[in-house]
């Protein structure tokens, strides 16, 4: 059993930059790819971006690619998604996800899933 805990979310301003981070404990870290999701209110949750278990490959949707950058710790078995330029359409929950030896898909592929962190950006 994998838990996830994230941090890292709170109320900006348009422009500013976040930093969150998902904690992992109960697994194995490294067999497992990583997804950044957020759901907006009356929104389905979409996959925002991802990284593979081998680290190597890395996953952004359009609307915040060259914004955005994921990256993973398998130290300290945490995965990060700097936000730069935050607009307020990227206010939402912002949720991690893992999935074991598996990489990146919908929602339904993930294993294990965090609380969330409000994310919100004001214009």
């Known amino acids: 059993q994998v838990q996830l805990v994230e941090s890292g979310g709170g109320l900006v301003q348009a422009g500013d930059s976040l930093r969150l981070s998902c904690a992992a404990s109960?697994?194995?870290?490294?067999?497992?790819?990583m997804g950044w999701f957020r759901q907006a209110p009356g929104k389905e949750r979409e996959i925002v971006s991802a990284i593979h278990w081998n680290g190597a490959n890395t996953y952004y949707t359009d609307s915040v690619k060259g914004r955005f950058t994921i990256s993973r710790d398998n130290i300290k078995n945490t995965v990060y998604l700097q936000m730069n330029s935050l607009e307020p359409e990227d206010t939402a929950v912002y949720f991690c996800?893992?999935?074991?030896?598996?990489?990146?898909?919908?929602?339904?592929?993930?294993?294990?899933w965090g609380q969330g962190t409000q994310v919100t950006v004001s214009s």
């Open positions: 109960g697994g194995t870290f490294s067999r497992y790819s």
């Open positions: 996800a893992a999935a074991y030896l598996r990489g990146w898909g919908p929602p339904k592929s993930y294993d294990y």
